[in-house]
């Protein structure tokens, strides 16, 4: 269990971009008393707006990461059907066990943030903020987490590889929320 308003104080703290600020207080929103959202609380109707930048992962802490949905708008960019695939696996070799880590510490109770840097294929540069934050424990036992990436461009244009957008990023940090989601079933 956690504190909502010590989470709320914890997320105040940080330097947010504004559709990230809005996908953070649309979290918030669907708190129930000190309880972490369930994923059945997620409306597509009320977060039209995150949507085509969006991803509900399933995460067994220090095990695996699955991707359940991705937005059009990821999709698009990076080229390929994302729903199904391992998060881990597509990580470059040598950062997997650092997103495996960061995920599940996430799903115990953690909120996440980072930027990458993204090339283009018309040599500009892109950097992107993205969010991650943790849903209650499925009814199948999984837990879910949901992450929204803001790209600061109006459309999502070409890349010059995936590797950018599924690689390191150039910051991430991880902020606990105090007690931890229990891991036992």
């Keep these: 269990m956690f504190s909502k308003n010590a989470v709320e104080t914890i997320l105040a703290d940080v330097d947010l971009e504004e559709i990230n600020r809005a996908f953070v207080q649309?979290?918030?929103?669907?708190?129930?008393?000190?309880?972490?959202?369930?994923?059945?609380?997620?409306n597509p109707a009320k977060m039209k707006r995150f949507l085509s930048k969006m991803m509900i992962l399933d995460v067994a802490p220090d095990?695996?990461?699955?991707?359940?949905?991705?937005?059009?708008?990821?999709?698009?960019?990076?080229e390929m059907e994302l729903a199904g695939k391992d998060w881990i696996a597509l990580a470059p070799e040598h950062y997997r066990e650092e997103r495996l880590r960061i995920f599940s510490d996430i799903a115990r109770g953690a909120f996440g943030v980072g930027h990458r840097r993204i090339d283009?294929?018309?040599?500009?540069?892109?950097?992107?903020?993205?969010?991650?934050l943790p849903l209650a424990r499925n009814p199948s036992g999984a837990i879910s987490v949901i992450i929204h990436v803001n790209t600061q461009l109006p459309r999502l244009t070409a890349i010059k590889s995936a590797t950018h957008a599924l690689g390191d990023?150039?910051?991430f940090k991880v902020?606990?929320?105090?007690a931890r989601q229990t891991l036992d079933a």
């Design 175 to 178: 902020i606990g929320f105090g």
């Design 120 to 132: 283009l294929l018309n040599d500009e540069v892109m950097t992107c903020e993205e969010v991650i």
């Design 63 to 78: 095990q695996g990461v699955t991707i359940r949905l991705a937005g059009t708008g990821l999709t698009a960019v990076l």
């Design 169 to 171: 990023p150039i910051d």
């Design 26 to 42: 649309h979290w918030l929103s669907l708190w129930q008393g000190n309880e972490l959202p369930a994923r059945a609380q997620l």
